[in-house]
Nanobody, 112 residues
């Protein structure tokens, strides 16, 4: 059974940083593409960043230059380093495998 567990969310002031983690079990982690998504209140879930099995990355324009996605295949974990956070980054952040399997989400709140 595939399981994804996010952690690392919290409350931070604008300009601050957070690092999210997503631990994956029940899948051959090293060969699967991973993604981070977010959903703000009243809005649709949107793509934040993806990383392929070979390490190629892709980012939403709104986070380019501020967020970095990475993976540690030995730990079956994907990370999202978020710097220069803005109030509009406030959302529940989810990790996903191919938008098929999802974690439970972790809340990120950025105060102004």
């Amino acid at each position: 059974q595939v399981r994804l567990v996010e952690s690392g969310g919290g409350l931070v002031q604008a300009g601050g940083s957070l690092r999210l983690s997503c631990a994956v079990s029940g899948s051959t982690f090293s060969i699967i593409p991973m993604g981070w998504y977010r959903q703000a209140p009243g809005k649709q879930r949107e793509l934040v960043a993806t990383v392929t099995s070979s390490g190629s990355t892709n980012y939403a324009n709104s986070v380019k230059g501020r967020f970095t996605i990475s993976r540690d295949n030995a730990k079956s974990t994907v990370y999202l380093q978020m710097n220069s956070l803005k109030p509009e980054d406030t959302a529940v952040y989810y990790c996903s495998i191919n938008t098929v399997w999802w974690g439970q989400g972790t809340q990120v709140t950025v105060s102004s």
